[in-house]
């Protein structure tokens, strides 16, 4: 990852007048951008100005400085920043390894390696690990597991405290959905690890403004239990003293993904990277969705749908604008990948003049995308604002790989099983399995194994399991119960794939949270 050269490019642009951090489509309606925990010295005094040669439309257009005028520097800077913190500590794991493994045999091992893995990964291995290395050798597959661990907990930790440092966004953002028109956002993506940097990347939202947030393979979410979720928000809204009618609604989303360059391989594998089908499968769950809510509480129980495309090569994203009665088709979208080429060249106000028009262009299609007239104001605000903020995404692609990502298949580094590391924000960081149960979930699970064969059980490496669900600390024996749960989820799994599980190629580890998100991370156990 070419970070510091992507902090150069930033820094020898800052002075820019295009390059100021863009405020929405206007000053009343838009969604705030993210406050940077560091300081504007940490994130722009880094050095001497760099030639603008990572950014793939240079060459089409040599006159400019190759920033696009909707470009948030400075969130793409921090953002930067963070994602170089993190995968460092996973990356570096492997050669870490490599040298204890060198170092093994020799009288002052356990000293040694203290002394390295203190430097290279920010802890020491447990003792026991250690000392016995010159007997049988070191335990390759434990020392790895520990150290994917270690790297998860810091991760939750750092991710939490950049969450708390920007609580003041989610009244902020609130507000925006509710002059939209939604007292509610659920996100459904796919729960492939490329998504997992959805909220803080790709859409740019902070992740308190999302109400509900679940991934499934393939974004086949079930209908049942988000009906739940509805019924919960709405009695929420209604105890505390909601008028339930106020011309509010509940927005879902849904999130599925395609590879532009290998669409036939790098896809979502619940779909046979088939992208119609992985579009009208997360369509088909969105109808039965709405559809369960109106057929249940009648026509009055408002719910608007929004289908979205990411393109894990680049984080481009199809946005598939619903009509006037809220019905999307999944050949009516439009293209971030398009549109930025389309508006590098304009003023700030010109390209969001853009942004909309293509919005209307699009609600005006004829043939197989045909729709009934346009989406209401308040869903025209929410799809211009993804647009944008999608735009700072695709220049931050740009700028650090290139225009296109070098792992544009899986690289996950654990598997997430439970409700997740909902703080924790990462391309490629975790495969997700939300489950309640593993024989609920075992086709969640399934993809998730058949993933890390070929990242690690291939490789003699072990596929490293982080069991984690969050307890609500104001229900009496919350927490007790869930503990219970997550072993029970923990020899189901083992059960599930007995093999594996004889052959010490699963490690996991058990941690709970209480529901707010950024709440004291809770390590049960750790073991194989």
């Known amino acids: 990852m070419n970070t510091r050269n992507a902090y150069k490019i930033r820094a020898s642009r800052v002075s820019s007048p295009l390059n100021k951090a863009p405020v929405g489509m206007a000053q009343s309606s838009a969604l705030p951008q993210a406050k940077s925990?560091?300081?504007?010295?940490?994130?722009?005094?880094?050095?001497?100005?760099t030639p603008m040669d990572l950014n793939t439309v240079c060459d089409t257009m040599p006159e400019r400085s190759c920033r696009h005028p909707l470009t948030?520097?400075?969130?793409?800077?921090?953002?930067?920043?963070?994602?170089?913190?993190?995968?460092?500590?996973?990356?570096?794991?492997?050669?870490?390894?490599?040298?204890?493994?060198?170092?093994?045999?020799?009288?002052?091992?356990?000293?040694?390696?203290?002394?390295?893995?203190?430097?290279?990964?920010?802890?020491?291995?447990?003792?026991?690990?250690?000392?016995?290395?010159?007997?049988?050798?070191?335990?390759?597959?434990?020392?790895?597991?520990?150290?994917?661990?270690?790297?998860?907990?810091?991760?939750?930790?750092?991710?939490?405290?950049?969450?708390?440092?920007?609580?003041?966004?989610?009244?902020?953002?609130?507000?925006?959905?509710?002059?939209?028109?939604?007292?509610s956002v659920d996100i459904t993506p796919c729960s492939d690890g490329r998504l997992k940097g959805l909220a803080k990347y790709i859409l740019r939202l902070p992740l308190s403004a999302i109400t509900v947030r679940n991934s499934y393979a393939g974004a086949l979410f079930n209908v049942e239990s988000n009906v739940r979720d509805w019924e919960k928000i709405e009695l929420d809204r209604l105890r505390n003293g909601k008028v339930l009618d106020?011309?509010?609604?509940?927005?879902?989303?849904?999130?599925?993904?395609?590879?532009?360059?290998?669409?036939?391989?790098?896809?979502?594998?619940?779909?046979?990277?088939?992208?119609?089908?992985?579009?009208?499968?997360?369509?088909?769950?969105?109808?039965?969705?709405?559809e369960a809510i109106e057929n249940t509480y009648c026509c009055g129980s408002a719910i608007d749908i929004l289908?979205?495309?990411?393109?894990?090569?680049?984080?481009?994203?199809?946005?598939?604008?619903?009509?006037?009665?809220?019905?999307?088709?999944?050949?009516?979208?439009?293209?971030?990948?398009?549109?930025?080429?389309?508006?590098?060249?304009?003023?700030?106000?010109?390209?969001?003049?853009?942004?909309?028009n293509a919005i209307d262009i699009c609600s005006d299609s004829s043939g197989w995308a045909q729709g009934d007239g346009r989406p209401h104001e308040g869903m025209r605000k929410v799809v211009a604002n993804l647009l944008e903020y999608n735009l700072s995404q695709i220049e931050y692609v740009a700028d650090l790989y290139g225009g296109i990502y070098p792992d544009i298949g899986h690289a996950e580094r654990y598997i997430s099983v439970g409700d997740g590391f909902q703080e924790i924000q990462l391309r490629?960081?975790?495969?997700?399995?939300?489950?309640?149960?593993?024989?609920?979930?075992?086709?969640?699970?399934?993809?998730?194994?058949?993933?890390f064969t070929g990242l690690n059980l291939n490789k003699g490496l072990p596929a490293p399991i982080a069991i984690h669900y969050r307890y609500d600390s104001k229900v009496p024996g919350s927490r007790k119960r869930l503990i219970e749960k997550c072993y029970?989820?923990?020899?189901?799994?083992?059960?599930?794939?007995?093999?594996?599980?004889?052959?010490?190629?699963?490690?996991?580890?058990?941690?709970?949270?209480?529901?707010?998100?950024?709440?004291?991370?809770?390590?049960?156990?750790?073991?194989?």
């Open 72 to 183: 948030n520097m400075r969130q793409n800077a921090h953002l930067a920043r963070c994602e170089e913190s993190i995968k460092v500590r996973f990356d570096s794991i492997t050669p870490t390894l490599k040298k204890l493994a060198n170092l093994q045999h020799e009288n002052d091992f356990v000293s040694k390696a203290n002394s390295i893995t203190s430097k290279e990964l920010g802890f020491n291995f447990p003792t026991e690990l250690l000392e016995t290395a010159w007997v049988d050798g070191l335990d390759m597959k434990a020392l790895y597991a520990k150290a994917v661990f270690n790297a998860l907990n810091s991760s939750v930790a750092q991710f939490s405290d950049d969450l708390g440092r920007n609580e003041d966004l989610r009244v902020d953002a609130g507000s925006f959905f509710l002059d939209c028109g939604y007292h």
């Open 246 to 290: 106020d011309g509010n609604s509940y927005l879902k989303i849904v999130v599925y993904h395609r590879s532009g360059s290998d669409p036939s391989h790098q896809g979502c594998a619940a779909h046979g990277s088939n992208d119609k089908v992985s579009a009208e499968a997360g369509l088909e769950k969105l109808t039965e969705f709405r």
């Open 428 to 451: 490629n960081i975790a495969y997700f399995a939300h489950l309640d149960t593993v024989e609920e979930g075992s086709a969640d699970l399934d993809i998730g194994i058949k993933i």
């Open 37 to 49: 925990s560091y300081s504007s010295k940490q994130d722009y005094d880094i050095g001497a100005k």
């Open 307 to 356: 289908l979205i495309g990411v393109d894990t090569d680049n984080d481009s994203i199809r946005v598939h604008v619903p009509d006037s009665a809220g019905n999307i088709s999944v050949h009516r979208y439009v293209d971030t990948s398009q549109l930025y080429n389309e508006t590098l060249s304009m003023s700030i106000d010109q390209a969001r003049v853009k942004l909309y």
């Open 488 to 528: 029970r989820v923990k020899n189901a799994i083992l059960n599930r794939y007995k093999t594996l599980g004889e052959n010490n190629n699963l490690f996991f580890q058990i941690s709970i949270q209480d529901l707010p998100l950024g709440s004291s991370l809770e390590i049960i156990s750790e073991e194989a």
